[in-house]
């Protein structure tokens, strides 16, 4: 009697991991429209309204060196206006409509580069997974320090030309990034699940391009002055303007 | 049938999770297996005061502390035999209990059973999810130590300088560089880069290979980065032997043969 429940459990366990299995693969494919076809385009700015503050001047002389990389003084970046009042380094994203499809990183990496002790760029975003290569343009050794909640964090020094690859496995909007040698430096490393991410431009400008026709929940997040979320519904081939208000 | 199917799937997964569940319980240290239910009595006698019930390091004795008890829910430490970013193997933590901290709260447990030591590790590893998600990486590579020579030290004190290693540690290593003052850790609490003419009793231990590998993992959670690309093998023997100069109250061998040349 014994030996038969067992024959009967070792029949019943194999087609349940056939139907995880189907479940799992149709998780990714059903239901959802290639990206290339959709052509979809969110396009606007995100600005700042009011008077944009000043830029306080950053004293690099603690280390010569930066302060001979530099060609322009040098200024923090946490607030940049643009022309027309156009807010850069400001995150616009899709938080939610695109429910749980999964997609791979772009095999392309992002790049991070340190240049005249600042980051360029001063905010980045990329994908999970996708390859972060770092990179130390200064004569000036770095330590480059992320300091993450949900990602491991990690601390690296670079020297001058030395290459260093990286990557992030989970999403996080936005990794504070640091560097222990030089405390003026600070930048953010947005890291999503899904390709539709921009950065906005010197004078506020992005683009959400190919989101697949549907209602969107967009997020637009800058590291001073909070987040702004819109609806969005798009329909196939058709292009949408989107606009973002931030004050301080 | 159909019914039967559900149960023998449910029961199966059930079953995975407990297996899963009940190995990340457990703590390897070489032939030393540890248990999370014994640690868990332990840990409540000895640690709960400062890392707290819930091991985010904010025991009764937390505010009083500085440096402050390690959060155990973040899962990063400082002290491992593992590159920059990688969880630590379940025997650095055990040496860390054994070695204890330097220069902060955490006393040696040497006092304590290897057993308990070893129970205490499995059971501070259940706070955080990490340790069922992730697997620690390979602990870096240690190759034999060069003897040191007044070129060795040179290079070391140039590799010092070049790396800016000064910046926090200060020209002279006694720890006041231009960013010194700066410098906080991952809880946003102040902390002080070592004056490394005051000892080497190193948080993460004093010997030469434990100082070389921390040049290679850097010390997760501080300031103090990963020098795995910055440096070769060879170059990071010669900061160890320039940094065991500057300690110039005992006499290790650098500081002998650094007068000598003198």
Known sequence: MERQACMKLKYAVIPAWVVVALSLSGRVTTGWASPADASTSLKGTAKFEGTAPKPSPIDMSADPLCAKARSTPAATEDIVVGADGGLANVVVYVSDGLSSHSFPPPEQPATLEQKGCQYRPHVLALQANQKLEVVNSDETTHNIHPTPNNNREWNMSQPHGVPLEQSFAREEIAIPVKCNVHPWMRGYIAVFKHPYFAVTDKNGGFELKNLPPGTYTITAWQEKLGTQIQKVTVAAGESKPLDFAFKQ | ?262
């Open chain 2, 1 to 262: 049938m159909r019914m039967k199917i559900t149960l023998a799937s449910s029961a199966l997964v059930v079953t995975l999770l407990w297996r899963v569940a009940g190995l990340a319980q457990e703590s390897h240290i070489g032939k030393l297996v540890g248990h999370a239910n014994r640690g868990k009595a332990l840990y409540r006698r000895y640690c709960v005061f400062c890392h707290g019930e819930y091991g985010d390091g904010t025991g009764e004795s937390a505010p009083y502390l500085d440096p402050k008890p390690r959060d155990f829910t973040k899962a990063v430490f400082k002290c491992r035999s593992t590159p920059s970013g990688s969880l630590p193997l379940d025997s650095d933590l055990y040496d860390t209990i054994s070695r204890g901290v330097h220069a902060s709260g955490m006393p040696s447990w040497k006092p304590l059973l290897r057993q308990e030591r070893a129970d205490l590790v499995a059971y501070i590893k259940t706070f955080s999810s990490a340790f069922q998600e992730e697997k620690p990486a390979a602990p870096v590579p240690i190759p034999p130590e060069p003897p040191s020579s007044q070129e060795s030290i040179k290079r070391g004190g140039e590799l010092f300088q070049s790396l800016n290693c000064w910046s926090c540690h200060g020209k002279d290593g006694r720890g006041h560089g231009p960013s010194a003052a700066s410098l906080t850790d991952s809880k946003g609490y102040p902390i002080t880069p070592f004056d490394f003419t005051s000892g080497t009793r190193f948080k993460c231990g004093d010997s030469d290979p434990e100082m070389f590998r921390d040049l290679v993992t850097g010390l997760d959670g501080t300031p103090m980065p990963s020098f795995a690309n910055a440096m070769t093998p060879d170059q990071r023997w010669d900061v160890v032997h320039y940094i065991r100069s500057l300690h110039v109250s005992r006499k290790h061998s650098e500081v002998k043969i650094q007068s000598a040349g003198q």
